[in-house]
């Protein structure tokens, strides 16, 4: 069974940097999937970052590409998102979400970590 | 890239259906077979709940079903029941090499 599990400070001032660890069990990161980061502003929709292959292969939501870095650390078997310069407005729930694959097609984002609260504030 | 276009709010009684849209563009739902549907249920992790547009995947009732036609996507759920009540969620994969989701529905169920 597959299990993600999100970490990471959960208060970040203004002009820092957010940084968040994905821990995957269950499954290999070497598997021919990707590895998603979503997050949700209280009270509102979803929201995608970006994502992740294990050959290192990056796509980022254009609107947030400047400020978004996704790393994988394939020894630890996690990935790694990092947003700089935040602002209240990053203030969120934030998922990591496996985007199963197999044989070069791609099945919708079917494991979900629990979620974590980042608050942006001073 | 805008989110994609889902109504606020829909509602249905026990036993009914309803159907949820969602609509974007050529360059999103009209140029791809890659529309997912996701539930949310308050305090939770979205769930799964259709891929590429009409497929469930396994542990989904066959209540929940998706289609598409142009650049409107649809979810369409039969027979609600009251643990059916959540928020839902479109998505679709973008010319940008991107993923983008809809600002989502609330269901009521009655």
């Known amino acids: 069974q597959v299990q993600l599990q999100e970490s990471g400070p959960g208060l970040v001032k203004p002009s820092g940097t957010l940084s968040l660890t994905c821990a995957i069990s269950?499954?290999?990161?070497?598997?021919?999937?990707?590895w998603n980061w979503v997050r949700q502003p209280p009270g509102k929709g979803l929201e995608w970052i970006g994502q992740?292959?294990?050959?290192?292969?990056?796509n980022y939501k254009p609107s947030l590409k400047t400020r978004v870095t996704i790393s994988v650390d394939k020894s630890k078997s996690r990935f790694s998102l990092d947003v700089n310069s935040v602002t209240a407005a990053d203030t969120a729930v934030y998922y990591c979400?496996?985007?199963?694959?197999?044989?070069?097609?791609?099945?919708?984002?079917?494991?979900w970590g629990q979620g974590t609260l980042v608050t942006v504030s001073s | 890239q805008s989110a994609l276009t889902q109504p606020a709010s829909v509602s249905g009684s026990p036993g009914q259906s309803i159907t949820i849209s969602c609509t974007g563009t050529?360059?999103?739902?009209?140029?791809?077979?890659?529309v997912s549907w996701y539930q949310q249920h308050p305090g939770k992790a979205p769930r799964l709940m259709i891929y590429?547009?009409?497929n469930r995947p396994s542990g989904v009732s066959d209540r929940f079903s998706g289609s598409k036609s142009g650049n409107t996507a649809s979810l369409t759920i039969s027979g609600l029941q009251a643990e059916d009540e959540a928020d839902y969620y479109c998505s679709s994969y973008t010319t940008s090499s991107a993923w983008v989701f809809g600002g989502g529905t609330k269901l009521t169920v009655l």
């Open positions: 590429h547009v009409s």
């Open positions: 979400a496996r985007e199963r694959c197999s044989g070069g097609s791609c099945n919708g984002f079917d494991n």
């Open positions: 269950g499954d290999s990161i070497t598997n021919d999937n990707w």
């Open positions: 050529s360059s999103d739902v009209g140029g791809y077979n890659f």
């Open positions: 992740i292959h294990s050959n290192g292969m990056t």
